[in-house]
């Protein structure tokens, strides 16, 4: 599915942007869904398992900022995860045998949205080697404007920063360690369909959305099979049920790398907005 070029940028870059990979009626389909999520949340004052609410959403003015799991609350999403124009680039990028690890859509509404800081995502879930990576579909167009995905590129072979703030995990790197690296971010825009392709331990952020439309990116992360959790969280069985390629093994590859646990957490929170909120600075001013 991809160039040698492509890969060797992936490589090189630690990310990379296809376009054409979801058709029309793909994107229409996901999107259909996606409408009636963001009309459930009109009835709710609060977040759920499912709906996670911006702290100014009302019925009035429904504020969705992520479907938590969505490919366990519809087919759709779950087929998407499974799309096989994506799983050959995956399978370019990651191997032959390729596990699902989970999903979110985050959606920026018109008027603002939540910044997202500055991250690895390597901070939130260590392996026992790095061949994970984490896929945006644009559900929508994506503009300068939109709050689009932004990476720094070659950062997948720099430091394993500290995401922590006074010893508790934030999901966030304070931006003054940051300061000459940011200078080099490349925002990741282009056409519904398009897909983005970011390393686990690529560092990248988002800006809020400016807008005249909702920015919705569909985020699934993947792993190569043999890249074990450094922090299990279910049972064999469950582990084993997410490969979507290739055969199970009991043998991690175990690569000498650096990591940080994500722990002791808040035992509060249930995403990356709620984590990020106790971060030392920020970089990007927040949604009112
Ligand atoms: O939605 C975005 O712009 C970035 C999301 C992200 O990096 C995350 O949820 O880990």
Do not use: C
């Amino acid at each position: 599915m991809l160039t040698d070029a492509q890969i060797a940028f992936y490589r090189e870059q630690g990310y990379l942007l296809v376009e054409e990979v979801f058709t029309a009626e793909e994107l229409a389909e996901l999107n259909r869904v996606t409408d009636g999520f963001i009309h459930r949340a009109r009835g709710l004052m609060a977040s759920d398992a499912t709906l996670d609410l911006a702290p100014d959403h009302s019925a009035e003015h429904p504020k969705v900022r992520r479907v938590k799991n969505p490919t366990q609350r519809h087919a759709a999403y779950d087929q998407a995860m499974r799309n096989p124009r994506l799983l050959a680039i995956l399978q370019d990028l990651l191997g032959p045998a390729v596990r699902f690890d989970h999903a979110k859509l985050n959606i920026k509404p018109v008027g603002g949205g939540a910044a997202i800081e500055w991250h690895q995502d390597w901070a939130f879930y260590p392996h026992s080697n790095d061949d994970l990576l984490a896929v945006g579909v644009f559900l929508e167009d994506v503009k300068p404007e939109s709050g689009p995905l932004m990476v720094i590129p070659g950062s997948h072979k720099g430091a394993v920063h500290d995401h922590h703030h006074e010893g508790v995990f934030v999901g966030a790197i304070d931006p003054a360690v940051l300061s000459a690296d940011r200078e080099r971010a490349v925002a990741l825009t282009g056409p519904a369909g398009a897909v983005t392709l970011h390393h686990v331990r690529t560092l990248h952020a988002s800006t809020e959305n400016r807008a005249a439309r909702e920015r919705r990116l569909l985020l699934f992360s993947y792993a190569a099979a043999d890249a074990w959790p450094l922090v299990p969280e279910e049972p064999l069985e469950a582990f084993d049920a997410r490969l979507i390629a290739g055969a199970p093994t009991l043998a991690p590859r175990m690569e000498a790398l650096p990591v940080r646990l994500p722990l002791p957490r808040r035992p509060e929170t249930d995403s990356i907005f709620d984590d990020q909120e106790l971060v030392a600075g920020r970089s990007f001013a927040q949604a009112t």
